[in-house]
């Protein structure tokens, strides 16, 4: 009976915290991804063609002529790449419109700003006709909009991006393209204390055969989070990029006033009010405002409405993300302001009159309960109230009922 007991803890504790992780993280299986000049990156079809289809999104086959479905495109980062909020969104629609007469279709890829977004639209999106785009804008839209932050995210190098940017130039709006020769150019890598564990000796094979399984993933964060002093894991490397690029004279001015890792990051800080960031996030605002007029003249010239959907985390912040808050203000004394993020976008939105629907208004008084645990990313519940509320906002814009209702549109 305790031999029984053993083997039983052994075998079913581990695949009960898998199946924990699985419902409430966001590990993803690994998918390789490949870099397009025009684009940035994109999954690689070729190493998860059962996840991935031909145009490198985590979504079903598309085929750009198979139907007379009015088709819309969902475009973003995490909370866009997959199936579920387009699954959703498409189910809401054509409850409404009686029929199956709407085929949305998700665009998405980790970590891109709406510079990237315009990218997919632009030189993929647009094979499709679209009737209309909803970009969905979550808490690190604004700090992935800027070549110079994502530069310290990805250790790229901010003259040579890896994807598609708009910036502010002397007033006028400039778009930046990305740099197919970006390898060449990568910051240095820091000199992490915990290069030579056993782990990381190990590492290579330990991905071949536990890389799938949400525990491992959870494991090999905790690994790569035990050496740092400061409350992220990534402090060390990304106060290393940071450095790098402060020391070059065209940046030391829009770095000035941000000492990282002794202040807020790269996306805590559009929590503060306007007037008091350093000059590198009020540029980060002014690419936001640019890349909107983008799509707005994308959508003008293309004959597609576009909308823009602002996430319920860009006002609520879970435990996780308030103990960080508290840990990275106190050097410096900045001021949590719970809706200054959202009313950074807003404020953008209606000056570049862009249509907008914001999900804080129908998430309840309780939205962390629609969130994976201490994550921003929505669970399924979260998706389906995303879903329906977009749905209800398009629904009530004559001119998205004109085009859906239009025989014109393919």
Request: aromatic share 14%; charged share 25%; net charge negative.
């Amino acid at each position: 009976m305790v031999l029984f007991l053993f083997v039983f803890c052994v075998l079913f504790v581990p695949l009960a915290f898998e199946l924990y992780l699985h419902l409430t993280s966001n590990y993803e299986d690994p998918i390789g991804y490949v870099f397009h000049a025009k684009v940035g990156f994109l999954y690689d079809h070729k190493t998860c063609p059962d996840k991935v289809n031909s145009f490198g999104f985590v979504d079903k086959p598309r085929d750009v002529s198979g139907n007379k479905k009015k088709k819309i495109l969902l475009v973003g980062d995490s909370f866009v790449s997959g199936t579920s909020l387009a699954r959703h969104l498409e189910d809401d629609l054509n409850k409404s419109v009686h029929g199956e007469q709407v085929e949305v279709i998700p665009m998405g890829f980790p970590g891109i700003g709406l510079g990237n977004m315009y990218a997919f639209v632009k030189e993929i999106g647009s094979q499709f006709h679209p009737v209309a785009v909803v970009a969905v804008f979550n808490s690190s839209t604004f700090a992935n909009d800027s070549r110079v932050l994502e530069a310290i995210k990805l250790r790229g190098h901010p003259d040579h991006p890896m994807g598609l940017f708009f910036e502010e130039r002397n007033g006028e709006c400039v778009q930046i393209s990305a740099d197919s020769n970006f390898k060449e150019y990568v910051l240095k890598e820091s000199p992490s204390e915990n290069r030579h564990t056993l782990y990381t000796v190990l590492e290579s094979g330990l991905e071949k055969i536990f890389g799938r399984f949400y525990a491992y993933n959870w494991l090999k964060d905790i690994v790569a989070q035990g050496g740092d002093k400061n409350f992220l894991g990534m402090d060390r490397e990304f106060s290393y990029r940071y450095y790098q690029i402060k020391s070059m004279p065209a940046y030391a001015g829009l770095l000035a006033g941000w000492s990282f890792p002794d202040d807020l990051d790269m996306n805590s800080m559009f929590w503060v009010a306007t007037e008091t960031m350093p000059p590198v996030f009020k540029s980060a605002l002014s690419a936001t405002k640019c890349a909107l007029l983008a799509f707005n003249q994308l959508a003008e010239a293309r004959d597609f409405k576009f909308f823009l959907a602002i996430s319920d985390d860009c006002s609520v912040r879970n435990n996780l993300l308030q103990q960080e808050f508290r840990f990275r203000s106190k050097p410096t004394g900045r001021v949590f302001l719970a809706k200054e993020y959202k009313n950074k976008i807003v404020l953008l939105a209606k000056e570049t009159r862009t249509h907008f629907i914001d999900l804080n208004d129908s998430f309840g008084d309780d939205p962390l309960r629609l969130h994976k645990y201490n994550d921003i990313h929505w669970n399924e519940n979260g998706f389906r109230q995303a879903a329906a509320s977009v749905s209800s906002f398009l629904l009530e814009q004559p001119d998205f009922i004109e085009k859906i209702s239009s025989e014109n549109a393919q």
